[in-house]
């Protein structure tokens, strides 16, 4: 499976670990990890430590979770890119809008 979800011990933070490709194939899976949780959920974590790739459609998605998460108020941090996936969240200015380590 190529989106895993978990819920922590605190019911606010939602782990999202995304494995493989990141791309429009993944797009209903990686929906359905944050509309379908609770409303107690205000604190999301993308987990990329095997994300292998991303692409624009990606990039689009983690821009629908900021939105559903509050916009500019989002509590989302991408965590463990590998360097490729890192450069490409860098040029494209995410990191003005996500906490990325």
């Known amino acids: 499976?190529?989106?895993?979800?978990?819920?922590?011990?605190d019911g606010r933070t939602l782990?999202?670990?995304i494995e493989g490709?990141?791309?429009?194939?993944?797009h209903q899976?990686?929906?359905d990890a944050y509309e379908h949780g609770d409303q107690e959920v205000s604190h999301y974590v993308i987990d990329m430590c095997?994300?292998?790739y991303l692409d624009s459609s990606a990039l689009g998605m983690l821009l629908l979770?900021?939105?559903y998460a509050g916009g500019d108020s989002a509590r989302i941090r991408i965590?463990?890119?590998?360097n490729d996936v890192r450069r490409i969240l860098t040029i494209s200015n995410f990191e003005q809008l996500f906490a990325i380590r």
């Open 79 to 82: 965590e463990n890119c590998n």
């Open 29 to 31: 899976a990686f929906r």
């Open 21 to 26: 490709r990141f791309d429009f194939s993944t």
């Open 50 to 52: 095997d994300t292998s």
């Open 65 to 67: 979770l900021r939105d």
């Open 1 to 9: 499976m190529a989106i895993q979800t978990k819920r922590h011990e």
């Open 15 to 17: 782990t999202i670990k």
